[in-house]
């Protein structure tokens, strides 16, 4: 009986000559699968599949192996065999092989596309993929192969990683960890970086999500591009907090003068520059940014403005982030401010933090001529519906002419992902639950 494999490694070799084993037995033990008894399973790798390097079986073990083998005895000839392995994201896999004349690149499309045949009969999506081919050219006789050897019972089974958010001590978000990437403690928080099978990878702070692969667009979109279009002329920003990038790189498609990032955590920073590239694109290292590792709060008391736009990328008001929600902190912020400017910033879930929605709308009330809030959807934030409250001096952001907004969408020329100016707009519709939380 084939238990059915958790684990699995991809080989390849290729062999000449007949004399001592079959070409076929040369090629495997070229491919560091010798001695081995090999049995055709399924093409299906059950969920949790994952791959690992080849480990030395004894002689005679009983080893599931997906095969393929070209073999051919017309000296001149260029023979190739391949097996690739598709993932899905939850770690579901399918197993294909190819062989035939020809090189391995040729056998290599091959099985890509079969192996893509295969997700899309299945409805699954295609998320990691991996291949492996050998080819060889006879002198007389000779073969290539290649190998999936499949591991079954006989490994101890890697028992489920799960990261947990607490919401609230009676609702809990917990998202399945495919590795663990890096984890510290800072003087500030816990940092700690995960991939994981359905966001890819992710930022926690303090075990709470901070960004995600697969939705941190939602989030900077709306919190940058919202102020960015609606001011005149955007040329000095601040953001605070922001440690991921994500922010920062897409204040970065505007064409700015000068952003500076007041971050208190450093080494947020650092972890975000090493495993987050896809979220901050580079940006640290872009000229026009000024990096200042201190508390916003502290910064701003010294007077650094004006800024045309300043963007509250912050924590959740606890631990450092604490006395960011508060009316002392706006008076320090709109004193930096232009006399025609915009603060926008992160202002909490109306499900599951009406409290934060309703502190931070008061601590801004005072010190704008015009305050307005918007929502936006994101799937791995408390209750998936997300608050921004965006301050305005000097202009009035819901006399917003929806032509030139798009205007202005447009000479950006810039692809996004949630951003239009027609969801920019109706981002500020509120439904009455939360429109009265801004009057509680
Ligand atoms: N998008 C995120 C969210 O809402 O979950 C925020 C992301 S960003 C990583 C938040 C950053 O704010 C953290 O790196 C944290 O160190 C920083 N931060 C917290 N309090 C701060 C303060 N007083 N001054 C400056 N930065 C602060």
Redesign the pocket.
Known sequence: MVTLPKYVSLTSGHAEGMDDLTAFDNALKAAGIADLNLIKVSSIVPQGSRLVPLREFPVGSLVPTVYAQAYSNKPGETVAAAVGMGLSPDGRGVIMEGHGVGTKEEMEALVRRRVEAAFRERGLELHEYYVVSAEHTVEKHGCAVAAAVLWGDELEEMPEQWETEAWTPDVRFSVRIRQPVFSMRSP??HINIVDTFQFGRM?W?EG????TEADHWV?HEMLVHVPMFLHPEPKRVLI?????G??LSTVLEHPVDRVVM????RA?VQAAREYLPEIHRGAFDDPRVELVY????T?LREGHGPFDVMLM????PV???M??FTQEFYRLVTDNLAPVGLVAA?SGSPWIQPEVVTRNWKAMRPHFDHLALYLASIPT?PGGLWSFTLGARGMDPAQVDPAALEARFQALGRPTYYYTPAVHRAAFILPPFVQRLLSA
Do not use: N
């Open positions: 500030y928080q930022l702070l709470t999500v901070q960004t989030y605070v907090g922001g440690g991921d994500g922010a007041v971050e208190i955590d947020v201190e508390d916003a709060f910064y990328d912050t924590t959740d631990g450092p982030a006395r960011l992160q934030y």
